[in-house]
């Protein structure tokens, strides 16, 4: 018969609690950012025009991967204007995201793959800006409560 020696078992055992917290990393789940976060609404005036419009911005991360991102405009009379871009996202790292925008969805074989860190503190989501022409900066969203 053979005997296990100690120094064997905690070697196994050792080796079971590094691979089981190494895959628990990479599957970590990104409860922290589901749900839909907005940013505050902005005011800006057009060039040349004395009235001003408003826009904000929702970012909605679902459970099953999805993300939509909503520019929305407020027009003049009030009426809000939503222009959604859908995707999809996987989380990599605690703070960090991989993030492929379809910006057409009769075309959803053209995708814009990109990486975001981000952080959250008291219901605040905070991303860098990846706007077009932004200079360093981040963008804030809050969480919308249901």
Known sequence: MRTIKPQSLWSWFLALVITTSICSCSRSKPEGLIGLWRTETSQRN???????????????FQTNGMLT????????????????????????????????????????DIKYPFTISF?????????????AGATNGFKKYRRVKK
């Open 69 to 108: 991102i909503t520019s929305v405009t407020i027009r003049r009379d009030g009426i809000e204007v939503p222009i959604p871009v859908g995707g999809t996202y996987s989380l990599l790292a605690t703070n960090q995201i991989k993030v492929e925008i379809v910006p057409n969805p009769a075309r959803p």
């Open 46 to 60: 057009p060039t040349g025009d004395t009235n001003t419009a408003g826009s904000y911005e929702t970012v909605e």
């Open 119 to 131: 952080s959250i503190s008291d219901d605040v989501l905070e991303v860098p800006v990846l706007e």
